[in-house]
């Protein structure tokens, strides 16, 4: 499952973009589930933020998915568990992506061993400055 932004250009300049969002997260626990934020730069492929140079200022992945039961997140860093209060996430933009076109996609992976009743991941207040 994923949510993905409209396509927001970022002004030219020196002056790195920051993310921020609040979230709460509803995963299979320990760490059998969860959510990543991938971005894509003027229509190209997606990749997880920090390996298309991001940084988390605060809020960032708490843990890294199980591998095994065919979850598409396995092995990779992500949020995992529960949260039920909202908690606030900055993610700092490389400087490389001022002038561009970008999207951000919220993914969510789910094992294959239970169903996602009652499962979420709850994204509000998205802002980028």
């Known amino acids: 499952?994923?949510?993905?932004?409209?396509?927001?250009?970022l002004?030219?300049?020196?002056?790195?973009?920051?993310?921020?969002?609040?979230?709460?997260?509803n995963f299979e626990t320990p760490n059998w589930d969860g959510g990543v934020l991938d971005v894509?730069?003027?229509?190209?492929?997606?990749?997880?933020?920090?390996t298309a140079g991001g940084s988390f200022q605060s809020g960032g992945y708490n843990g890294t998915v199980a591998t095994g039961f065919a979850n598409p997140l396995a092995g990779q860093p992500a949020w995992t568990g529960l949260q039920s209060a909202y908690g606030n996430v900055a993610v700092?933009?490389?400087?490389?992506?001022?002038?561009?076109?970008?999207?951000?996609?919220?993914?969510?992976?789910?094992?294959?061993?239970?169903t996602t009743a009652g499962a979420n991941w709850r994204i509000d207040g998205l802002s980028l400055q």
Do not use: E
């Open 92 to 114: 700092q933009l490389p400087v490389s992506f001022n002038g561009n076109n970008i999207r951000f996609r919220f993914r969510g992976g789910w094992d294959n061993s239970t």
């Open 40 to 50: 894509s730069v003027n229509g190209g492929a997606y990749s997880d933020i920090i």
């Open 11 to 25: 002004p030219a300049g020196s002056t790195p973009a920051v993310l921020r969002f609040r979230h709460t997260l």
């Open 1 to 9: 499952n994923s949510l993905v932004t409209p396509s927001i250009a």
